[in-house]
């Protein structure tokens, strides 16, 4: 897999008070310690990863996500596709 990080990760987006747009990203890079549940809060929808197993999620660059647990990290990616 190749990816481009756009920004620094981010981590502390747990509970929905700390949720961020993560610099306006469409393609995000997740990566958790533990196993989490990941919340887009504008989109009311959530899907769990498990620890050590890192995911792309896409999204709309104005959604705002958050996990559950402080152990999760999020960075703003570029993902080639081809």
Not at 9 to 26: F, H, I, P
Not at 39 to 62: C, E, G, L, R
Request: charged share 15%; glycine share 4%.
């Amino acid at each position: 897999m190749e990816i481009k990080p756009l920004t620094a990760k981010l981590n502390n987006l747990n509970t929905a008070g700390n949720r961020s747009t993560v610099s306006n990203a469409k393609v995000l890079y997740i990566m958790g310690t533990a196993a989490d549940t990941i919340t887009n809060h504008t989109q009311t929808t959530s899907f769990q990863i498990a620890a050590n197993s890192p995911i792309i999620m896409m999204k709309d660059a104005d959604d705002e996500v958050y996990s559950g647990v402080n152990t999760t990290h999020f960075t703003s990616i570029a993902y080639p596709r081809g």
